[in-house]
């Protein structure tokens, strides 16, 4: 399977899916890496891996319909089959979605649909949940919201700053996109409605409770 990663920075999501590939476990290629910023860290780390890269920069278009049909074309030139946003940016219109629909996987820090949005680990520390995560769904015209494909969960420690959140979130980011990429990949995530059905899992992840005693 031929992917796309669009970023807008700094890339460690996208460093992790190029890790995967490398490591033959990722179950696609990465076919091309788009930026809609110019000096986005990220396009260091696919052209270090070879990866083709373009940049679309959303300043050079009058609104959001003609940069998504370059974003669009880009794509398409490639033949890119599952587009995966790995901090990207820029709201995508319902036209885009709908051409993308059910091939365009987005990551978010934050166990949705808690925390749609910016500052998810501020607000995360501020409403005193116990447990936070990411997930891994596909995109509809919502913002961070679709089918869940996959989540991870971490404690929400005494004392956190959002740092130290976002810190311990991003390292289960890092395990969990090439895991929904790879499930996708072999066909084991499967959208049914407003769910995304896995088959062929391992057994049930065990209960967390969070203190401890
Ligand atoms: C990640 O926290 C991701 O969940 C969010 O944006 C951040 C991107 O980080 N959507 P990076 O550019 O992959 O390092």
Not at 100 to 109: F, T
Not at 118 to 145: K, N, Q, W, Y
Not at 181 to 188: K, P, Q
């Amino acid at each position: 399977m031929k992917i796309a990663v669009l970023i807008s920075g700094r890339g460690t999501n996208l460093q992790s899916l190029i890790d995967a590939a490398a490591a033959e476990e990722l179950g696609a290629e990465i076919a091309l890496v788009v930026s809609n910023v110019p000096d986005a860290p990220g396009l260091e780390r696919a052209a270090k891996a070879g990866i083709p890269t373009e940049t679309i920069d959303h300043r050079d278009f009058e609104g959001r319909e003609p940069f998504e049909e370059a974003l669009h074309s880009a794509l398409s030139g490639r033949s890119i089959e599952l587009v995966c946003l790995a901090g990207f940016m820029r709201l995508l219109t319902g036209g885009f979605v709908g051409k993308w629909r059910d091939r365009l996987i987005n990551i978010h820090p934050s166990i949705l649909p808690a925390f749609k949005g910016l500052h998810t680990h501020e607000r995360a520390i501020e409403a005193g949940v116990r447990f936070s995560g990411c997930t891994v769904h596909f995109v509809t015209p919502e913002m961070d919201d679709g089918p869940i494909i996959a989540q991870a969960a971490v404690p929400v420690l005494q004392g956190d700053t959002p740092g130290d959140l976002a810190a311990r979130i991003l390292a289960e980011e890092h395990k969990l996109y090439p895991l929904a990429v790879r499930l996708i990949a072999e066909g084991r995530a499967k959208v049914a409605g407003n769910k995304v059905e896995i088959s062929g899992t391992a057994e049930a992840p065990s209960p967390v409770v969070n203190p401890a005693g």
